[in-house]
């Protein structure tokens, strides 16, 4: 008789240890950064940033004509999701979307203007794809299609705080951050700010985390690997050896 198979549940890990927080961007990964404040929730696409140290600190630059841009300020929180393989549409969408048209998180938009784009979806399905992305900036509707804010590391939480930023659904990787410095003048160039921030508290899925070695790395092949960026919008892939 043949053995039964065990299936072992995909849980949500908390790591605790400054080192592990930096563990989980070595590689560095493509992430959704999500800000909040009490008017808007906002995301966007980062993919220049290293770890600085092992303590969980980091730095990336940012464009200074990004939305997110004058959302981030020394001492504000923000959140990094990582993204998988099958996500790379989404990324683009994201990264692709203004954020000064408002929250790309649907949920954040009233049902009425949601139907309104349901139905001007519905009546643009013969567009093609450029057609669709030019009369979306021509509406300046904001939401991507399947983009869904949820707490970090899934949390059972009863609601969620809209003025708080929260993690992106079907990521592998949860980062709440501080930053604690907006260099501004001359240390990159005059289009982009160096951020300096750092870790304060980090989920990773269970498939994603080597505990023995404590490595951010998925569990086997039939994980789906997570995302780096090449440029050109082409992505690299982070997968076990």
Known sequence: MAAEQVVVADEWIELKEPKQFSRLLY???VCFLSTANSEQRN???????????NEGRFMFSLNRKRHTASL???????VLSVPVKGMEELVKEV???????????????????QKEEAAAEEEAKHLSKRQ?????????????????AVPLGHQPIQNMDSSKPSAVDGTVAHLQCKAYSKMQEGVIDEDHYLILAEVTQAF??????????????????SVPPYLTFF????FGYVSTS
């Open 27 to 29: 590689t560095n990964p």
């Open 43 to 53: 995301v966007m696409v980062l993919s220049w940033l290293t770890a600085t140290n």
């Open 132 to 148: 669709k992305k030019k009369q979306q900036f021509s509406r300046r509707w904001p939401v991507v299609a399947g983009l869904k």
């Open 72 to 78: 981030i300020s020394e001492g504000c929180t923000f």
């Open 204 to 221: 990773v899925k269970s498939s994603y985390w080597d505990g023995e070695k404590k490595l951010f790395r998925p569990s086997d092949i």
């Open 231 to 234: 440029g050109s919008q082409t």
């Open 95 to 113: 990264g692709g979307t203004p954020g000064r048209w408002g929250s790309k998180f649907a949920d954040d938009h009233p049902l009425s203007e």
